[in-house]
């Protein structure tokens, strides 16, 4: 509404939430002359058009004389505006539901909704006693996860288990007092060294002894399963992590430091970053929040503000080794693709040029400035049937530095994190166009170096190598 002309009272109602709201304004003199004009603008709450009580006085000399008979006509009128609205239907939409709705209490549904889906790892080595030929279980460490489906599947981090011989998986359960003795006694002699009690009220902790499917250390994924009933494997709901903004919240649910389903809440703070994995290759498109990540929240979920999954903690930036305020999470859309191809093949397939490469920073103190210098190329390669030369010492034991890969098909290759980011773009078998700089003696001795560009065409193969790394690396392949 408009108002051409100041008034002294004011009355309106409201319905939000089906709650009828009024407000008055009142004033201590008489009412001079006023208008308000409803418009097509006027504010609307819940569907519904706020209007005021309209009060018009045609001669503007009139003296009203009696305040107080004045204010009784205007609570009148909003009375009667405020039962007339009070009858009309409610018709809210998702904005105004947000307008009323408390949010902490929002953030704890996310979290009790969560929760169940998010899973304690432990995981064990094996240790020869030494007063005896007995081997002993020994307790490795602790990490995140999360159910996948209601197949057993679980997601978590690569390095969570990359040194375990055994893994178990503790899962929230819900206890109903009617529950039969073998459901109640699901998980036998197996414990988990969550400390403390369940988060939830009613809910128990069932401990199953898990297997790794698949693992993929260049994306730090790992799929593993455990055969537990149906009723106690709830799955996140999936998000879309390319539509994400800077800005939006984030809620972080982990096990930091054996604190299990501890909850973090923050903002997303970047995108598009980048972080290494384990096995040296760069993970691209990684998620950056603010939400508090420290020790054991690997493998745990990043979820949105309506508990979608989002991402995938997996590391921090600390100088000191705990929170500052800098995590990082793969996203979702890239947790999509591998998971399944792990739970339907075990292992993710990528293109490989078939050398070993010395990391740039150690180049860098050899004077190779731009590019990855190869150090090896083994006779059964691709790379070797092209000619590509590796880093070797000569007679004399000096160092005679290999090709330098400078390029592939049109992409600059500055450092190995280019070489893998041009090499995701192919499947293996395809050939490809590969510059190198490589260095060639001049003059009588040879002793000055000359760099020159050379074209060579190879072919990929495919990178078939997995870690071997104890029993729980045994691949179920289904």
Request: glycine share 10%.
């Amino acid at each position: 509404f408009t108002m051409k002309k100041p008034l002294s009272a004011i009355a309106f109602a409201c319905v939000c939430q089906n709650r009828l709201l009024m407000s008055y304004a009142f004033s201590s003199g008489p009412i001079p002359h006023s208008e308000i004009m409803m418009q097509n603008e006027a504010p609307r709450l819940g569907g519904i058009q706020l209007y005021s009580t309209r009060t018009r006085n045609e001669d503007s000399n009139e003296n009203f004389g009696d305040n107080s008979k004045n204010r009784r006509d205007i609570l009148r009128d909003a009375g009667l505006a405020a039962t007339v609205l009070a009858g009309f239907p409610m018709v809210t939409s998702a904005n105004d539901s947000q307008i009323c709705e408390d949010p902490e209490a929002k953030i704890v549904g996310v979290f009790e909704k969560a929760a169940p889906s998010v899973v304690y790892i432990d995981t064990f080595t094996e240790q020869r006693d030494v007063f005896s030929p007995n081997v002993q279980e020994v307790p490795l460490g602790a990490g995140s996860g999360f159910v996948w489906d209601d197949k057993g599947h679980i997601v978590t981090n690569y390095h969570v288990v990359r040194s375990s011989r055994i893994a178990q998986i503790a899962i929230l359960s819900r206890a109903f007092a009617d529950d039969p003795d073998d459901r109640k006694q699901i998980n036998g002699n197996l414990r988990s060294s969550a400390k403390g009690i369940t988060p939830l009220p009613n809910y128990r902790r069932n401990v199953y002894k898990a297997r790794v499917i698949g693992v993929d250390p260049d994306k730090d994924i790992a799929v593993l399963k455990v055969d537990a009933p149906v009723f106690d494997l709830k799955s996140l709901n999936l998000g879309c992590s390319s539509t994400l903004r800077v800005g939006q919240k984030s809620l972080a649910i982990g096990n930091p430091f054996g604190l299990d389903h501890t909850l973090t809440v923050g903002v997303i703070s970047g995108l598009g970053r980048e972080v290494r994995s384990p096995s040296g290759r760069p993970i691209s498109n990684v998620i950056q929040t603010d939400a508090a990540i420290n020790p054991g929240n690997s493998g745990g979920c990043l979820l949105d503000s309506s508990g979608n999954l989002i991402g995938m903690n997996t590391a921090i930036y600390s100088p000191s080794g705990g929170s500052a305020g800098i995590g990082f999470a793969i996203p979702v859309d890239t947790l999509k693709y591998v998971v399944e191809i792990l739970i339907r093949d075990g292992r993710v397939v990528r293109p490989v040029i078939g050398i070993s490469y010395l990391q740039s920073a150690q180049a860098r103190a050899l004077g190779v400035s731009r590019g990855v210098l190869v150090l090896d190329v083994p006779t059964n390669s691709p790379a070797y049937k092209a000619g590509m030369r590796g880093t070797r010492r000569t007679e004399e034991g000096l160092i005679e530095i290999g090709d330098v890969i400078i390029q592939i098909e049109g992409d600059r290759i500055d450092s190995e994190a280019d070489l893998f980011a041009s090499l995701e773009k192919y499947k293996p078998g395809e050939r490809i166009k590969v510059i190198v700089n490589r260095a060639e003696g001049i003059g009588k001795d040879g002793r000055q170096l000359k760099l020159k560009e050379v074209t060579l065409t190879t072919s990929l193969k495919a990178s078939t190598d997995l870690p071997q790394m104890g029993n729980i690396f045994n691949l179920g392949i289904e």
